[in-house]
């Protein structure tokens, strides 16, 4: 069982927007930088958002995230397929000592 | 363009050493700017975090991996290393190398580190652990 708590799927159609949550603590998320990573099928994770909100060169701007307390989110805007993939958050836990992720959500773009 | 690539052995016996090694082209890891990590999936699961490094030689591991994990580098050859002894079939996993953003929090007389993310990572290489 994860320490970041995450929807384990979600769905959307084609051109809309879907919302990945991610749930800590104040030993992770509320006293620490997140991260969310794309997962495509057989690929390595890649970096969508880092320092909670920022994206990195490349990311395009229908990807954004925001933090509130302890918990995050990722939003996905105009939908299609190439967006299936798992996606992951990631923080520092500063009881556990470690970086956590958390469990990954599936998304589909039905 | 930073690039990483694991390499190593994709077959390890039980209680054995697991050895990967990470080359990094397109940037010298010998630089205060960045940290080095290793991460771990195994089938079907989720991602794990296995430990990082910095140029100065310091490590930071996860503590659920009980001391059975070292990483080093070797700046000469611009690659960092991974170390995971006395393995069991749950170290099965592809492994990945990846760089590390930090934030540098200072105070008056010291600073202190802060995780941003992963950026940049390898391709990912798979090791089963099988007699």
């Known amino acids: 069982q994860s320490i970041l708590t995450q929807p384990p799927s979600v769905s959307a159609a084609p051109g809309q927007k879907v919302t990945i949550s991610c749930s800590g603590t104040s030993s992770n998320i509320a006293n620490n930088y997140v991260s969310w990573y794309q997962q495509l099928p057989g690929t390595a994770p890649k970096l969508l958002i880092f320092d909670n909100i920022k994206r990195p060169s490349g990311i395009p701007d229908r990807i954004s995230a925001s933090k509130s307390g302890a918990s995050a989110t990722l939003d996905i805007t105009g939908l299609h397929t190439g967006d299936e993939a798992d996606y992951y958050c990631?923080?520092?836990?500063?009881?556990?000592?470690?970086?956590?992720f958390g469990g990954g959500t599936k998304l589909t773009v039905l | 363009q930073l690039q990483l690539q694991e390499s190593g052995p994709g077959l390890v016996k039980p209680s054995e050493t697991l050895s990967l090694t990470c080359t990094v082209s397109?940037?010298?890891?010998?630089?205060?700017?960045?940290?080095w990590g290793w991460i771990r999936q195994p089938p079907g699961k989720g991602l794990e975090w296995l430990g990082n490094?910095?140029?100065?030689?310091?490590?930071y591991y996860n503590p659920s991996l009980k001391n059975r994990v070292t990483i080093s580098m070797d700046t000469s050859k611009n690659q960092f290393s991974l170390k995971l002894n006395s393995v069991t079939a749950a170290d099965t996993a592809v492994y990945y190398c990846a760089r590390v953003l930090f934030a540098a929090h200072c105070g008056s007389s010291s600073c202190s580190h802060h995780y941003y993310g992963m950026d940049v990572w390898g391709l990912g290489t798979t090791v089963t652990v099988s007699s």
């Open positions: 990631g923080t520092w836990d500063n009881s556990l000592n470690t970086w956590v």
């Open positions: 490094l910095y140029y100065s030689g310091s490590t």
């Open positions: 397109g940037g010298s890891i010998n630089t205060e700017s960045y940290y």
